[in-house]
């Protein structure tokens, strides 16, 4: 099994801070990365996706990945309350898709 | 574009009934998978589906769960019996072969009494 591994939080973060969420990978054969967001009673919905080092902007998010530490950050700049959600990390590879457990993010008004 | 459909939303039963939720993917999405996400945990595959041929099966738990995807296009998940532990959300995702990102159906939540 290919880990994924998050902290579950929550995580709470001043409106119009950055919020920074984690996320380390087991598998060095991972070949692209995602970053869903889950609301509460909902379905994950992607928002980023990542596949070569560095950092990849879209709009107030920003991911990051680093192959050789096997990190993926996503970025919240900003923050609204409406981003207040579990952020669900993902790696993919030849088995498909790998979820780790989420982070729960809290932003306060 | 259509999204992905799934059926029941929701759905009670008895431990050792049986259940089965449906699937119809995004016109053209060869790649269907089946998740069962727990409440408080992330989405855990159960298979994956590449047109009508299993990918992957290696976390069904096959002496109760059974999947099939006829002609490629929608797909049945079944449990039988089911037990208490199977409560959740089984999600249904799908995509374009080859394709890296995929869409999530609502979801249908299961609770097992």
């Known amino acids: 099994q290919k880990e994924v591994e998050q902290n579950s939080g929550p995580l709470s973060v001043p409106e119009g801070a950055i919020a920074s969420l984690n996320c380390t990978y087991s598998?060095?054969?991972?070949?692209?990365f995602f970053w869903y967001r889950q609301y509460s009673g909902k379905s994950p919905e992607l928002i980023m996706s990542?596949?070569?080092?560095g950092d990849k902007e879209d709009g107030r998010f920003t991911a990051q990945l680093n192959k050789a530490s096997q990190y993926v950050s996503l970025l919240i700049r900003d923050s609204q309350p409406s981003d207040s959600a579990t952020y669900l990390c993902?790696?993919?590879?030849?088995?498909?898709?790998?979820f780790g457990k989420g982070t729960h993010l809290i932003i306060q008004p | 574009e259509a999204g992905v459909a799934q059926s029941p939303r929701y759905k009670i039963i008895e431990k050792r009934q049986s259940v089965a939720f449906w699937c119809n993917p995004i016109?053209?999405?060869?790649?269907l998978y089946w998740y069962q996400q727990i409440l408080g945990q992330g989405p855990k595959l159960l298979i994956q589906?590449?047109?009508?041929?299993?990918?992957?099966d290696s976390q069904l738990p096959k002496d109760r769960f059974s999947a099939e995807r006829l002609k490629g296009v929608d797909s049945t998940l079944k449990i039988q019996p089911a037990k208490l532990e199977d409560s959740a959300v089984y999600l249904c995702?799908?995509?374009?072969?080859?394709?890296?990102?995929?869409?999530f159906g609502s979801g249908t939540r299961l609770t097992v009494v």
């Open positions: 993902a790696r993919w590879g030849a088995d498909g898709l790998t």
């Open positions: 598998d060095r054969g991972s070949q692209s």
């Open positions: 990542i596949y070569s080092n």
């Open positions: 016109s053209g999405h060869a790649t």
């Open positions: 589906f590449q047109n009508n041929g299993v990918v992957d």
């Open positions: 995702a799908t995509g374009e072969a080859g394709g890296y990102g995929y869409t």
